[in-house]
């Protein structure tokens, strides 16, 4: 199957920037939330990466700043915005980046099975949950994948591809065709909490975690220390506060439940939560932000 046009439901951390992986490579996508402020943020957040991208190859003077100023116009016109399900009546893939809460994907499923075509693929962006759940909401589960980018989404080039219990060889290796087709490269992956990425990922993070709160080191000291080091682009504190820290919370504390200790969830970030400092979308997590 091939794709000529998707969909992406969920304009917050992740929605704008999937939605601009899509459009920059050619294809038409509607981009959906419940209200009309988030598909904004999420339509601007597109052409704030866009306009990053090309601003970029001006620099290197790969293009020109007409040619920059044309392509951005061209990119961003092919992402729609909207807060009901218009536009996905012919959407060939779907992918939700709602919130990580199993009760809302599944109404998220149920309402796309019947609002796409019968051939659409319906993909999840989870981090950790179940496609297995998810495409029981559904009357097609053997067209349910997951389709799980990494933050940011615009610069990450991996995606894992994940099968459900009946997520079918088909749907797979269309879904794997798709990432390829839209510039990036997919991992295929079985439906197993953490799935890969997340699975190493917190091993290691759990532990830097576990001894900041055991030794009482500031958090800032610990990221410092990670970034200058090299050991990642950023450290896991200030990246979490980009990712939100509801969603790392809610990864750590799955992983906690599947494997046990050696996952450690910080009891520091839980209180954060509880109090509604998120991160970056709420201004205050780990770090104060503007």
């Keep these: 199957m091939f794709v000529f046009k998707a969909a992406v439901v969920g304009a917050g951390t992740m929605g704008g920037e999937i939605a601009q992986t899509i459009a920059a490579a050619g294809l038409p996508v509607v981009l959906k939330d419940v209200e009309q402020k988030f598909v904004d943020q999420g339509l601007e957040k597109a052409r704030q990466v866009t306009q990053g991208q090309l601003g970029g190859l001006v620099a290197k003077e790969k293009i020109t700043q007409e040619d920059a100023d044309r392509q951005l116009e061209e990119i961003v016109g092919r992402v729609t915005g909207t807060t009901e399900y218009e536009g996905f009546g012919d959407a060939d893939f779907v992918i939700e980046a ?80 798709f990432a390829q087709q839209i510039r990036k490269q997919p991992i295929r992956c079985g439906e197993v909490p953490g799935f890969v990425v997340n ?69 520091g970030m839980k209180e954060l939560v509880e109090a509604g400092n998120l991160g970056q979308k709420t201004g205050r997590g780990f770090y104060e932000h503007g």
Excluded: C
């Design 199 to 267: 699975r190493i990922l917190n091993s290691a993070v759990s532990e830097i975690w576990r001894v900041q709160e055991e030794e009482g080191i500031d958090v800032k000291d610990v990221d410092k220390v990670v970034q200058e080091s090299k050991a990642a682009p950023m450290g896991p504190f200030f990246l979490g506060d980009l990712l939100g820290l509801d969603t790392v919370l809610h990864v750590a504390e799955h992983l906690h439940e599947s494997y046990g200790d050696r996952f450690y969830v910080h009891r």
């Design 98 to 177: 709602v919130p990580e809460r199993m009760p809302i994907k599944q109404a998220v499923f149920a309402e796309l099975d019947v609002v796409t075509p019968g051939h659409a693929i319906l993909a999840s962006n989870t981090s950790s949950l179940s496609i297995t759940e998810m495409g029981e909401a559904t009357s097609r589960p053997d067209r349910v994948v997951g389709f799980h980018y990494f933050y940011p989404a615009s610069i990450m080039r991996l995606i894992e591809v994940i099968e459900g219990d009946e997520t079918s060889e088909e749907t797979v290796q269309a879904t794997m065709n």
